[in-house]
């Protein structure tokens, strides 16, 4: 997940930079650092922004950045205000006041993981994670993280309520994989389809996505590179499970934004792991030189399926870009 931090003082400033201090000792990704007005000046590892706050924004909102900013709600809440339009689709936005006591989100606290990130972001900084989704509270099962953790896509969102709202009252929730138990009413069902009654149907994502790459290529030429190969082969951003890819590009940028809008795990492998994946794969002298397997994407992407997976759509190309799709084996959903 691309992070960004934004601080409008020069306490704020000093805030992100314990944060992402603290975050590199404990070897995670800093926050990329900006500042936003012309009244300080621009401290190592910090950019000032250009242009337009609401612009800037805006950007990392469709580029589903998770956004931390360091001042008062109020001004976050206004910033944000324009670009909030779906819960399972928003970026997930913190607060930390200047002092750095409080870390506060205030959006996609489920699906967005932004409760997660917050409680991270508290034990950085030692500072106190102010939580106020209602199943969080009471200490409750959450339907939503439940399916954001297990690699699920909510099918019907007004069924998170239902099931919550019986979490939060203490009442027991039942879930049925597939037709198990076949008869009686559950209140989740794991399954492709299904005609039994249920309050939410959550379904397992089928593909993995493998892709092989050249250096820095173009960010915006990738995302329509892959949505274009995706739409062509009827495959949903919603049905793929991860992006899978060697090693040596877990850092591209193209692929990590993308990850990063459509919120995919990325999944990454050793050539010489890619190398002992049992297949028909299209063979590359060239790829082999360069990285030392015969094959990305569709050696990637089979891997990242798991046991019983296999290959789907077989290797298609693009600007500087190879694409592959794996099917996950039926029997997956069993294996939740």
Not at 124 to 143: E, K, N, R
Not at 155 to 169: L, Q
Not at 283 to 295: E, I, M
Request: proline fraction near 4%.
């Amino acid at each position: 997940m691309n992070k960004a931090a934004i601080c409008f003082t020069r306490y704020g400033q000093e805030t992100i930079l314990k944060l992402n201090n603290a975050a590199m000792k404990a070897g995670i990704e800093p926050c990329k650092a900006y500042i936003a007005g012309d009244s300080m000046e621009v401290s190592p590892g910090f950019e000032r922004i250009g242009g337009s706050l609401d612009a800037f924004v805006k950007g990392l909102f469709e580029n589903g950045s998770a956004i931390i900013f360091t001042g008062a709600v109020g001004i976050a809440v206004r910033l944000i205000a324009p670009y909030v339009r779906d819960k399972l689709k928003d970026s997930p936005v913190l607060v930390i006041d200047d002092s750095g006591r409080f870390v506060i989100p205030i959006l996609s606290g489920h699906v967005g993981m932004a409760n997660k990130l917050a409680l991270t972001v508290a034990e950085l900084i030692d500072a106190i994670p102010v939580i106020t989704t209602s199943t969080d509270v009471h200490d409750a099962f959450s339907a939503d993280v439940f399916a954001i953790e297990k690699g699920l896509t909510i099918r019907n969102r007004e069924g998170i309520g239902k099931v919550s709202a019986k979490a939060i009252e203490g009442k027991r929730v039942t879930l049925s994989i597939k037709d198990y138990p076949p008869k009686e009413p559950v209140d989740i069902i794991i399954a492709d389809e299904t005609d039994r009654e249920y309050s939410l149907l959550l379904s397992p994502r089928k593909y993995t996505f493998g892709i092989g790459m050249k250096r820095d290529t173009d960010i915006k030429t990738a995302e329509q590179c892959f949505m274009d190969f995706l739409n062509k082969n009827d495959i949903k951003v919603e049905e793929i499970y991860a992006v899978c890819t060697i090693d040596i590009k877990e850092n591209e940028p193209a692929i990590r934004d993308f990850c990063s809008k459509y919120r995919l795990p990325l999944l990454t492998f050793e050539a010489g792991i890619l190398s002992r994946v049992q297949g028909n794969f299209t063979s590359s002298d060239f790829v082999k030189n360069t990285v030392g397997v015969d094959n990305v994407c569709e050696r990637a992407a089979v891997l990242g399926a798991g046991a019983g997976g296999k290959l789907y759509i077989k290797k298609s190309t693009g600007p500087g870009i190879t694409m592959a799709v794996a099917r996950r084996d039926p029997g997956y959903v069993n294996k939740l």
